[in-house]
T-cell receptor, first 110, second 111 residues
Framework: QKEVEQNSGPLSVPEGAIASLNCTYS??????FFWYRQYSGKSPELIMS????GDKEDGRFTAQLNKASQYVSLLIRDSQPSDSATYLC??????????FGSGTRLSIRP | SQTIHQWPATLVQPVGSPLSLECTVE??????LYWYRQAAGRGLQLLFY??????ISSEVPQNLSASRPQDRQFILSSKKLLLSDSGFYLC??????????FGPGTRLTVT
C-alpha cells in the first residue's frame, strides 16, 4: 500500500528561525509532490508543488525533493506566529489521485 | 478564477438520520471531484472521486454514497448516519496538474 509518512509533532520553533518539515513516501514511481497548510478548523490550502529533484523557492517557503531517497521537505524561513498550523505532505499516486500524510503540527513561539 | 463551495458549513444530526452534503465548483469545466473525510486530529481519508457526470469511484466501503448529477456538482449522501460518520467533510477539485484544491468543508457531528 502506498504511504506518505510525517512526524506528527508538535514541532516548536522560535519566531524568526527556520522551520524544517519532513516527509517520506513509499511509491518510487511518484512524480508529483505537494505541501498543504491547514489552520485549525479550516480546510487545507495548497502552498507548494514540486515535480523535479532539487529545491523550489516561493517567498519564505522552500520545497526540497530527493527522489532517490524518497524524501520531501519544506523549509519555512523567518518563521512567523501566523505559520503555526498543520502541514500536510501529499504525493501523486496516479493521474487522478493524491495520497496525503497525516500532517505535522507546527507551533511558532514568540 | 475557480471557486468551490460546500454547504452546509456545520451540521448536527442524530444517529439514523439521512445526510446530504453538496459541493459545487465554478470557473472550470469537467473537473475531477473528490470527497474526503478528516476525523478529529487525523489525516485525510479519500471517500469518493468522480471523473465525470455519473462516474463515481468508491475508495472505502461504508454507509455513504456519492452522486454527480451535473458537471460541477458533487453530492455526498447517507441513508442512516452512524456515530462514526462524524468528522470534517472536504470536497476538492483537481487542477491543471494533479494538484487538488479544497472547499471550506462541512463539520458533521452525529449525536
Amino acid at each position: 500500500q502506498k504511504e506518505v509518512e510525517q512526524n506528527s509533532g508538535p514541532l516548536s520553533v522560535p519566531e524568526g528561525a527556520i522551520a524544517s518539515l519532513n516527509c517520506t513516501y513509499s511509491d518510487r514511481g511518484s512524480q508529483s509532490f505537494f505541501w498543504y497548510r491547514q489552520y485549525s478548523g479550516k480546510s487545507p490550502e495548497l502552498i507548494m508543488s514540486i515535480y523535479s529533484n532539487g529545491d523550489k523557492e516561493d517567498g519564505r517557503f522552500t520545497a526540497q525533493l530527493n527522489k532517490a531517497s524518497q524524501y520531501v521537505s519544506l523549509l519555512i524561513r523567518d518563521s512567523q506566529p501566523s505559520d503555526s498550523a498543520t502541514y500536510l505532505c501529499a504525493v501523486g499516486s496516479s493521474a487522478s489521485k493524491i495520497i496525503f500524510g497525516s500532517g505535522t503540527r507546527l507551533s511558532i513561539r514568540p | 478564477s475557480q471557486t468551490i463551495h460546500q454547504w452546509p458549513a456545520t451540521l448536527v444530526q442524530p444517529v439514523g438520520s439521512p445526510l446530504s452534503l453538496e459541493c459545487t465548483v465554478e470557473g472550470t469545466s469537467n473537473p475531477n471531484l473528490y470527497w474526503y473525510r478528516q476525523a478529529a486530529g487525523r489525516g485525510l481519508q479519500l471517500l469518493f472521486y468522480s471523473v465525470g457526470i455519473g462516474q463515481i469511484s468508491s475508495e472505502v466501503p461504508q454507509n455513504l454514497s456519492a452522486s454527480r448529477p451535473q458537471d460541477r456538482q458533487f453530492i455526498l449522501s447517507s441513508k442512516k448516519l452512524l456515530l462514526s460518520d462524524s468528522g470534517f467533510y472536504l470536497c476538492a477539485w483537481q487542477g491543471q496538474g494533479i494538484e487538488q484544491y479544497f472547499g471550506p468543508g462541512t463539520r458533521l457531528t452525529v449525536t
